[in-house]
């Protein structure tokens, strides 16, 4: 199984000996089986105190096989593509099951089409070019201000091949080309520090890092830090809270769409389980999940099970519409297959997960929201949280925030936090703005990391706890 291209890269599982893998797997009676074949390089760069301070390239490749009856599953992997190797891992998650057959399940294997367009292959420019735009964003950043104290610049770059065959009777191949670059900036005025960060990436090549994006991105980040040092005490209290474009999707990505995902309805530790077709939010609220938006950070060709991602409807004119599903909770659910069972590499079993999660945009503008209200909170980027999926419950920690006064943004506050609940969260959603943006990060669950987009429009909650530490 380790025939090369023409360029040397892994071409792919032969489709009978794919077959033959699957037919293996399924000897012992499993309902369903699959064979996870994946080729990945991947280079970092990391630059600290103007220097080049780690440079780390990498290639693996490796295959696993699953084995499904029921909700039960065995499942293995191998490092590497050899063929003996995979049989006999076939061969032994086959056994559990315990139903020993001569019969060898018919597998008919089909190779679907379309693969990702890169315009400018990230392995084809020299790691010098890349190094270069690093020094470029550390001399930017610096630049904003006598301030900024010290800048961390990080690069990365992947190339995922995937090809996932099933018993249902496909051979799906996905080739996914990501880069970004994220810089934190750090700045001091008489022992007070304070950060600025800020991410470009995206599902595509490294035409995304032109110089003026890059100066840009760099610029960002030190104002932000350099602003913060005027940052007073967060006030305390309840308030309106406006969350700006963007990053603030990440409330919704937590506090509400991991209970969207069909492994937590099925185990009944969702808020949301039972819910499909209530109101859950006004009418102005549309919510999706985009596993196909073009350059979004988590967009695919298809799922880590084969499954073509798609555009999921989750909430439509206020009314919940859709859960999350991967192969194995779909057919216990009786839920039609979205496109979300995701993994983080060969060496894992996919679970439901969410791809490109944001609210759909509104009439307003950010402007008016901000000119609609006399006194609250405008949350420009939130940091770390913690959520409770079964209740909705949440704490978010604001990186970086404002007060609105006299409707308008005036001093940037530290220190504030934004607690409350999912569901109510949704229902106090009032007035939505047309400036959707998505951002790249990187979600965790059951111990692995897959990347994903979270964004929204300006948008106000009409009422929402800040914690903060004003005495006044």
């Keep these: 199984m380790t025939t090369r291209d023409s360029r040397g890269d892994y071409a792919g599982p032969a489709l009978e000996q794919a077959a033959q893998v699957i037919a293996r797997a399924l000897r012992g009676g499993g309902d369903a089986a699959e064979l996870f074949v994946e080729e990945r390089h991947s280079l970092s760069l990391r630059l600290e105190d103007g220097r080049i301070e780690n440079a780390v390239s990498g290639s693996d490749l490796g295959a696993s096989v699953r084995v499904m009856r029921g909700l039960s599953t065995v499942f293995g992997y191998v490092d590497g593509v050899e063929e003996k190797a995979l049989l006999g891992l076939a061969a032994d998650l086959s056994r559990p099951h315990g139903r020993q057959s001569e019969v060898i399940a018919p597998v008919t294997l089909q190779r679907p089409g379309k693969n990702q367009v890169v315009r400018v292959d990230p392995g084809m420019v020299g790691v010098s070019a890349k190094a270069d735009l690093l020094h470029l964003a550390d001399e930017t950043a610096r630049g ?104 603030g999707g990440v409330l919704f990505h937590e506090a509400c769409g991991h209970g969207l995902e069909a492994d937590y309805i099925l185990k ?26 073009e350059g979004l950070w988590g967009s695919c060709g298809c799922d880590d099970e084969g499954t073509p991602c798609r555009r999921t409807t989750l909430i439509e004119a206020g009314v919940l519409t859709s859960f999350l599903s991967d192969r194995l909770r779909a057919a216990h659910l009786g839920l039609p297959l979205t496109g979300n069972g995701r993994r983080q590499d060969y060496r894992y079993v996919p679970y439901p997960r969410m791809t490109n999660t944001y609210f759909g945009p509104g009439q307003h503008t950010s402007s008016g929201l901000i000119a609609d209200t006399p006194r ?97």
């Design 144 to 247: 904003v201000s006598g301030e900024v104290r010290q800048v961390v610049v990080a690069y990365g770059e992947s190339r995922q091949r995937i090809w996932v065959a099933g018993s249902h009777g496909r051979l799906a191949a996905d080739d996914r080309t990501r880069v970004m670059m994220s810089i934190t900036v750090m700045a001091e005025r008489d022992g007070l520090i304070q950060t600025g960060r800020d991410t470009l990436a995206h599902h595509g090549g490294f035409e995304l890092l032109t110089e003026e994006a890059v100066e840009e991105l760099a610029r960002g980040a030190a104002r932000t830090a350099v602003t913060m040092l005027d940052s007073r005490p967060a006030p305390a209290g309840r308030m309106p809270v406006i969350l700006a474009k963007g990053f």
């Design 268 to 293: 009944k530790s969702s808020v949301w389980e039972g819910k499909i077709g209530r109101r859950v939010a006004g009418e102005h609220v549309f919510a999706y999940d985009d596993g196909v938006g």
């Design 376 to 472: 609250g909170l405008y949350a420009k980027s939130l940091a770390g949280g913690e959520v409770n999926p079964a209740t909705g419950d949440f704490v978010f920690a604001v990186s970086e925030g404002y007060l609105i006064e006299g409707r308008k943004v005036t001093a940037p506050v530290r220190g504030a936090t934004l607690i409350g609940n999912g569901p109510e969260v949704l229902k106090g959603i009032d007035a939505i703005a047309d400036d959707l943006e998505v951002e790249a990060g990187t979600c965790g669950k059951e111990g692995q990391g897959v990347p994903v987009g979270t964004g929204q429009p300006t948008l106000r909650i009409r009422e929402l706890t800040v914690g903060g530490t004003s005495l006044s």
